[in-house]
T-cell receptor, first 109, second 113 residues
Framework: KNEVEQSPQNLTAQEGEFITINCSYSVGISPLHWLQQHPGGGIVSLFMLSSGKKKHGRLIATINIQEKHSSLHITASHPRDSAVYICAVYSNTGNQFYFGTGTSLTVIP | DAGVIQSPRHEVTEMGQEVTLRCKPISGHNSLFWYRQTMMRGLELLIYFNNNVPIDDSGMPEDRFSAKMPNASFSTLKIQPSEPRDSAVYFC???????????FGPGTRLLVL
């Protein structure tokens, strides 16, 4: 069993659609990261959150500590949002980072 | 700031050769991370440093891999001897402290023939 599981693995959406990517984890965290990897390979850190919700432009990340679950939402999706989104958690009990396998998002014009 | 700098950007080598990847973190960042990404295994943490000291190297695949951080502005990841299964993209990232937002370098694409 993976410590971090993401769903869906692949997602295709029409431009303008609201998108949700889910992340469930089984290890203790401090905090949880959402990363974005563009087709060219570059990785950008989108959010780091320990509780509640964060918003940046059209991106919203939420986390429920009790349920060990986080979601990444994209409002009014755009083709430039096409990328792989990776959830990662840091376990301070073992000084380990655990990564989800990523969600590959394609937004069609 | 130039961000995290990695070199080389691409490396092609033959099996058995020594490979050295380099990373310059963002100035003032105290944590540095080395990652490997492959199609089969996704993104994996190899090792990370806090204040130049290795904290966790449990992700290092085997003794052929070694990492050093002689000072706050430079780190190396060495593979000796290299094998075809080491072919991957190797990312370096830095953050102010380990649990904060990480800034990734552009990666080194390694191909071992």
């Amino acid at each position: 069993k993976n410590e971090v599981e993401q769903s869906p693995q692949n997602l295709t959406a029409q431009e303008g659609e609201f998108i949700t990517i889910n992340c469930s984890y089984s290890v203790g965290i401090s905090p949880l990261h959402w990363l974005q990897q563009h087709p060219g390979g570059g990785i950008v850190s989108l959010f780091m959150l320990s509780s509640g919700k964060k918003k940046h432009g059209r991106l919203i990340a939420t986390i429920n500590i009790q349920e060990k679950h986080s979601s990444l939402h994209i409002t009014a999706s755009h083709p430039r949002d096409s990328a792989v989104y990776i959830c990662a958690v840091y376990s301070n009990t073992g000084n380990q980072f655990y990564f989800g396998t990523g969600t590959s998002l394609t937004v069609i014009p | 700031d130039a961000g995290v700098i990695q070199s080389p950007r691409h490396e092609v080598t033959e099996m058995g050769q020594e490979v050295t990847l380099r990373c310059k973190p963002i100035s003032g960042h105290n944590s540095l991370f080395w990652y490997r990404q492959t199609m089969m295994r996704g993104l994996e943490l190899l090792i990370y440093f806090n204040n130049n000291v290795p904290i966790d190297d449990s992700g290092m695949p085997e003794d052929r891999f070694s990492a050093k951080m002689p000072n706050a502005s430079f780190s190396t990841l060495k593979i000796q001897p290299s094998e075809p299964r080491d072919s991957a993209v190797y990312f370096c990232a830095s953050s102010p402290v380990a649990q904060e937002t990480q800034y990734f370098g552009p990666g080194t694409r390694l191909l071992v023939l």
